[in-house]
């Protein structure tokens, strides 16, 4: 993959340093030539920069690299061989089986044993199953290969621990607007003639790069061979060049990321960030039915019993998203989001369940209690099913304060109600309750 440019480029050298202008993608073209080139990581590549110091030490692990599409993974990758003075081989995992590793091990090897290295890099390493990665392992630890794995998935998820274990994980940044912009720059002066753009136009084609510098260079090569009079306004830019689909895998990483920040904004009352990121997701083609789910998981994880109707409007608006669908139905899933963001907030019931189920594991196979057991049969009743159990409609307040744990343990309180929404409510029923249980026992 064509990754970024080399920002050193001016019009009177690049003719020089370049193939004829057509033989290879713009992004091709512009690769950099040195790491310190290399835009938008300077985390990893400034003088302080966690990459930087480990090539100055001359203690170069085996990498993997984790960042969205066209922020310099492919590029590093390359520049890291040249640095290090080892072989470059470069595989993808898409298009790479079991007998194609085997001749890229088995060169390395012969390198190896002539007293050269061998850089491995692997495009999209998170596709190989275990068996695939653990073959990585004997020929890392030998140091046949130095691996560098470059991966749009969270390493933790897709990677094998093994493999993990013995590769440091570096994280690439999205390309931001003054990177892009930086980008473009250079583009131009590579091209020898500015693009065509107003200055509205110019940052609207920064948005619609979304932080890759790859599909930044693919765009400003189209706009450059355009035949245009005059400066083209946002409205012209948008009927020439198609919207690029923002990054969004709806069973990768931006699939939990972005599903995590609706749930946290919700929880954090804040509608308009809710909103945010569901539309982020709608547009990015995410099923509404899933988010109709997920929604309704909040209502019931997050408002709970605080405001009891905000499992209704979940289930409501779910309900109206299967019948109308989209995009109408769409609406319904932004009107129950707003009701969540700004409904009170209770993880009470949520907390008091997880305690429930903690004691009922921790206390085993413990009976009830025979008073609240029944006795259909007179054996049962001979054995105290049933006995001394008093029937709380005959008691006073219709409330007779018996234990219903089993007799082998205490007493335990696991529901603690807040003091928002209906659940100030249910705190005074629980207070009357408990006083009374205690004036019944003492009696």
């Known amino acids: 993959m064509a990754d970024l440019f080399n920002p050193s480029v001016s019009p009177a050298s690049s003719a020089t340093v370049t193939p004829a202008p057509g033989s290879h993608p713009l992004a091709d073209r512009l690769r950099p030539t040195t790491l310190g080139d290399v835009t938008g990581q300077d985390h990893l590549l400034g003088p302080e920069g966690t990459l930087r110091v480990m090539i ?59 007293g050269r290295g061998t850089l491995l890099f692997v495009d999209e390493v998170h596709r190989f199953n275990k068996a ?68 509205e136009a110019r940052a609207v084609l920064l948005t619609m790069a979304d932080g890759d510098g790859r599909a930044l260079l693919n765009m400003a090569e189209q706009i450059g061979a355009w035949k245009v009079k005059g400066q083209l306004t946002v409205r012209q830019l948008a009927q020439r060049l198609q919207r690029r689909a923002a990054q969004y895998d709806k069973s990768g990483d931006a699939h939990y990321n972005l599903i995590s920040a609706l749930h946290k904004s919700v929880r954090g009352s804040d509608p308009d960030a809710s909103l945010y990121w569901l539309a982020r997701m709608l547009e990015g083609g995410e099923d509404p039915r899933f988010l109709a789910r997920r929604v309704t998981r909040m209502s019931v994880e997050d408002i709970g019993l605080a405001d009891p109707q905000a499992h209704r409007v979940c289930l409501d608006a779910w309900e109206t998203c299967e019948r109308l669908g989209s995009p109408e139905g769409e609406l319904a899933l932004a009107q129950a989001v707003i009701y969540l963001a700004l409904a009170p907030k209770s993880n009470a019931a949520y907390v008091a369940y997880k305690g429930a189920r903690g004691a009922a594991k921790s206390t085993g196979s413990e009976p009830p209690p025979k008073h609240i057991l029944n006795a259909p049969t007179g054996m049962m009743k001979d054995h105290g099913y049933g006995a001394g159990y008093a029937y709380d409609h005959d008691a006073p307040d219709a409330f007779s304060g018996q234990s219903y744990f089993p007799e082998g343990m205490g007493r335990a309180q696991f529901y603690v109600p807040v003091q928002r929404g209906f659940e100030r409510e249910l705190a005074k029923r629980l207070a009357y309750f408990n006083k009374l249980r205690s004036t019944r026992q003492r009696g």
Request: aromatic fraction near 6%; charge should be negative; charged fraction near 15%.
């Open 56 to 114: 100055d030490s001359g203690a170069l692990p085996s990498l993997i690299l984790w960042g969205p599409p066209g922020v310099g993974k492919t590029t590093i990758a390359r520049l890291l061989a040249q640095d290090t003075d080892l072989h470059f081989a470069q595989i993808s995992a898409i298009f790479t089986g079991v007998a194609d590793l085997r001749k890229v091990f088995d060169a390395a090897q012969m390198r190896h044993a002539n």
């Open 132 to 199: 695939q990665q653990d073959g990585f392992l004997p020929h890392m630890e030998n140091g046949t290969i130095l691996l560098v794995g470059a991966t749009t998935e969270n390493p933790s998820f897709e990677l094998n621990a093994a493999l993990l274990s013995r590769a440091q994980v570096l994280v690439l940044n999205r390309l931001d607007d003054k990177a892009l912009d930086h980008i473009l720059t250079q583009a131009e002066c590579f091209m020898h003639n500015p693009l065509p753009l107003r200055s």
